[in-house]
């Protein structure tokens, strides 16, 4: 508040001026913070109608002191210093007459004062000081007005002077204006004829430059089509190029498959021929054979029945009599010794009893010589029985084996059946491999052209915005993912990308009133906001613009209703409500008008931006931005390009790896296969190894079963030898049994000496008989021998061979254990895969004319392409020019204009 002054010092016209200073002071200095500013205010009754303000019984005067201000106000309205001073002045306070309020600190000046200054004081008071001012300015006015009406005089007698001259140009100027009227006259007839002419000739002028501005839009349109055009065609150029790089690798592959095909196919056709020749010659000699065993058969069997019913009797009876007889002349000579050792004993020992000693000695060693026969005839025995026994074991061992080869040679049949399978079945994968890798190939070409297509299409983005801004955005999608940022959440991504055009016709509209807000980030706070800008202050990494929706403030905006105008954001644009509050700061006061004149009325009227379709903008505050729009450049165009690209080549890339994976599972599948296949090839190896041991093993059996036939057979021929030996022995110690005891002579009894003598003729009889026998023996014998070995070294052995032929593999081979049933069975095999070779073969030939047609195809359209090119070249120059031409005619017209 201000401190308590005099009124008086409140009046206005007391002091005109407070200076700085002296209102700081007036203002309270108490307790708290100082005041900043304060009033006086003064009621005045006026019921009187003093003060010239009609219905107010009371006037109301304020004046309010500041550091800066001093103002007036008049019934709490702001007033001026004049208002104020002339309603005082109205109501009695004149400006002469400053005591009508005394000031505080006065009064004691006034009662100090002497004499002379009450008298002036009491003037001042009374006012009379003022009519002698006034005497004193009026006496001072009079002066003036003297010297101003000398000064008057003689202007006057100046200006009658001039007046004369005037007189005389006025009548100069009479005649003049007359002749100069004519003047203007004509001059304007003049004018306004060339005026007219040179109105005409900037009409003409003005159409002319719209003529060739129609055409220099025209051919800026034209020529921008003729380069997309020609950019259109270098890419089908390079793509055709691509295509044909591929085309010719693969070309390269059929060629390189048919020559392995054809290999294959005439490898096959030469083994079915040779397959089909060693069956024919099979098939013959299995009927040859056929012939020659029943031949042999039948001879044979004419052979074992003579040397069974005729020759082998006729030898057994042979035999048995010449063993008989020369056992009889054995025995027969044995007793005659016997008889002569008799008789000589009777002259070599003395006395009875040394004799039977020596018999005694004989009888021991006879007897230890019958009991070595005796356990040689026992050994031979079982050996016998044991050689029998290994005989029927072995059998039963050739019995069981050769029917575990029936069952492997199932098994080895239906081995090789697999393995043919599997083969087959890995013939047919890696065929469908090399597709697949064929289709990679295809599409990593493709992938690397839609690559360069997003690279060119990221560059065009990055040119149609700012350098810093373009720096910002590449170090943005690193930054999202350092911080863990969740996008679609906390990160929403550019305002670009986060609406759709609902017709492409609205293109130019919506990129004209985003402008570079286009490129503003969207996020859900300022704290993400901050969080990402640091990271890029810190890197140094160029500079964005975010948009955090909890911070976005959109005053709500109504609509005009018109036909003529709607509201952009609903009619051009959709988004996800979520991103809302953003596309409201950026579009919500914008408008899309029909035209530029519509455009100009609805921005003024609804105080909102309006925009054509071509792009013309009207502000709301009042600027007008139109003109050409160069679609090259436009930052909606080249963003849906970058996004074109990237699903096109996401796409590419999730097929490409689709494809990888495919392939790779082929190839796991081939692999497997092959594993299983060799796999299955060495059972079939290890079975047919087995079969080969177990046939070796039924050989070995088989011959020896033959071995101990014969050593059976042999021992049934010497087991009656040996057992006569024991009966001869038996008989000599029974004869020296018999000598024992009895009397010691020198010479024989009678009836030993008859014995003697009747075993003299019995053995020379049995010589002459052995002698006579031995021939028929002999002729038995080999005729015996003749008929065992036509047998078993000829017809035998041949009917052996021609079984085995019969029921092995094809001459030659060096597997036995293939049936003639198996050779047909490969044959039909081989057949069946020279069937699928030619079908592949087939397939290849038709591959391989549908890829050089193919090729062909794609350079005569290379070719094509070329000669487009060129002429587009040509025809871009042509227009190059003329677009000079054009530039060069419109500043003609412009220069003409100036």
């Known amino acids: 508040m201000l401190t308590f002054i005099l009124p008086v010092r409140y009046l206005p016209y007391t002091q005109h001026y407070i200076p700085q200073e002296e209102r700081q ?116 006015k009079m002066e003036e007005n003297a010297a101003s009406i000398e000064k008057i005089d003689e202007t006057l007698e100046y200006m009658e002077t001039k007046l004369e001259d005037l007189r005389g140009e006025k009548e100069e100027l009479t005649k003049y ?22 109105r005409e000739a900037l009409d003409e002028i003005e159409h002319s430059r719209n003529d060739e501005v129609d055409k220099l839009s025209q051919l800026d349109e034209e020529v921008r089509n003729m380069h997309e055009q020609i950019m259109a065609v270098q890419a089908d150029q390079k793509t055709k190029s691509n295509a044909l790089k591929r085309n010719q690798v693969y070309l390269k592959g059929l060629e ?11 490898k096959l056709t030469l083994e079915c021929k040779e397959l089909e020749e060693q069956l024919q010659q099979g098939t013959e000699l299995v009927a040859a054979n056929k012939r020659e065993l029943k031949k042999l058969n039948e001879e044979i069997a004419k052979v074992e029945r003579e040397l069974g019913d005729t020759v082998q009797p006729a030898y057994e009876d042979a035999k048995g009599t010449m063993v008989r007889m020369a056992n009889e002349r054995d025995e027969a000579r044995k007793q005659m010794e016997g008889l002569y050792a008799k008789q000589g004993r009777g002259k070599q020992f003395r006395t009875k009893k040394d004799r039977d000693a020596h018999l005694q000695t004989q009888v021991k060693e006879l007897q230890a010589a019958k009991a070595e026969k005796e356990e040689l005839l026992n050994g031979q025995r079982d050996k016998l029985s044991g050689l029998r026994k290994s005989v029927a074991s072995e059998a039963k061992d050739v019995e069981k084996k050769r029917k ?137 990494l160029g500079r964005v613009t975010f948009l955090p929706l ?77 003109g050409f729009v160069d679609q090259e450049k436009s930052k909606l165009r080249a963003h849906y390009a970058l996004k074109t690209a990237e699903e096109g080549l996401k796409e590419l890339e999730k097929e490409h790896k689709e494809m990888k994976e495919k392939s790779t599972a082929v190839d796991q599948q081939v692999s497997n296969i092959m594993g299983e296949v060799q796999r299955l090839e060495a059972k079939h ?56 005891g009895t009397e010691l002579t020198s010479t024989l009894s009678d009836d030993e000496q008859a014995l003697l003598d009747q075993l003299k003729a019995t053995q020379t009889r049995l010589d002459s008989e052995i002698d006579q026998h031995t021939q028929v023996l002999e002729d038995a014998t080999v005729k015996r021998q003749k008929l065992q070995s036509l047998l078993e070294d000829n017809l035998i052995m041949r009917r052996t061979e021609l079984t085995e032929s019969s029921s092995r593999s094809r001459p030659g081979a060096s597997n036995a254990n293939v049936s003639q049933a198996q050779m047909k069975e490969d044959l039909a095999q081989k057949k069946r895969e020279l069937e699928e070779a030619a079908q592949t073969t087939d397939d290849v030939d038709k591959q391989l004319s549908e890829v050089k047609t193919t090729d062909e195809k794609l350079r005569a359209e290379i070719v094509a392409i070329k000669n487009e090119l060129e002429k587009l070249k040509t025809e871009d120059s042509s227009y190059q020019k003329k677009l000079e031409k054009a530039h060069a005619d419109q500043e003609k017209l412009l220069n003409k204009v100036n």
């Open 256 to 266: 390189k498959d048919k020559t392995t095909a054809m290999t294959h196919k005439t």
């Open 685 to 740: 190896a290890n079975l047919d190894h087995m079969m080969s041991r177990t046939e070796d093993e039924v050989g070995k059996l088989e011959k020896a079963i033959e071995r101990h036939n014969k050593q059976v057979k042999q021992i049934e021929d010497d087991v009656p030898n040996t057992e006569t030996q024991v009966t001869s022995f038996d008989g000599q110690i029974a004869r020296l049994q018999e000598e024992m």
């Open 177 to 198: 204006q007359k002749l100069d009227k004519s003047r203007r006259a004509v001059e304007y007839t003049l004018y306004d004829k060339e005026l007219r002419k040179a």
């Open 404 to 540: 575990d080869l029936q069952q492997k040679a199932k098994m080895l049949d239906e081995l090789k059946r697999s393995v043919d399978e599997k083969k087959r079945l890995r013939n047919e994968m890696a065929d469908s491999r090399k597709e697949q890798w064929r289709s990679i190939s295809e599409l990593s070409d493709k992938v690397t052209e839609a690559k360069e297509a997003s690279r060119r299409a990221l560059h065009d983005m990055k040119r149609s915005m700012p350098f810093a801004t373009a720096t910002g955005l590449d170090a943005l999608k690193h930054i999202v993912v350092a911080e863990k940022l969740t996008v679609g959440v906390q990160y929403f991504g550019l305002v670009v990308e986060n609406f759709d055009l609902t017709d492409q016709k609205y293109q130019t509209a919506v990129e004209v009133a985003a402008q570079n807000s286009l490129f503003h980030i969207i996020v859900d706070t300022d704290d993400t906001a901050a969080r990402i800008m640091k990271r890029l202050e810190k890197e140094k």
């Open 25 to 140: 002071a007036l203002l309270h200095e108490g307790s708290g913070s100082a005041a900043v500013n304060a009033f006086v205010e003064i009621v005045f009754d006026n019921s009187d109608n003093r003060f010239s303000m009609e219905n107010s019984d009371e006037v109301v005067l304020r004046r309010t002191i500041g550091h800066k201000k001093d103002e007036f106000f008049l019934q709490r309205k702001r007033a001026t210093k004049n208002e104020i001073m002339s309603l005082l002045e109205g109501a009695g306070f004149s400006k002469s007459n400053p005591y009508f309020i005394v000031q505080q600190g006065k009064v004691n000046a006034l009662c100090t004062m002497s004499d002379g200054e009450r008298l002036q004081l009491l003037k001042e008071v009374a006012g009379t000081t003022v009519y002698d001012e006034k005497k004193e300015e009026s006496l001072a």
């Open 550 to 626: 909890n911070q976005l403030k959109v005053d709500s905006v109504r609509y005009p209703e018109s036909t003529d105008v709607a509201p952009l954001m609903e009619q051009c644009i959709t988004f996800d409500p979520v991103v809302r509050r953003a596309m409201e700061h950026v579009f919500a006061r914008k408008l899309l008008a029909r035209s530029v004149d519509v455009a100009a009325t609805w921005s003024t009227r609804s105080h909102l931006d309006a925009i054509t379709l071509d792009g013309d903008l009207c502000s709301r505050k009042g600027a007008l931005t139109g």
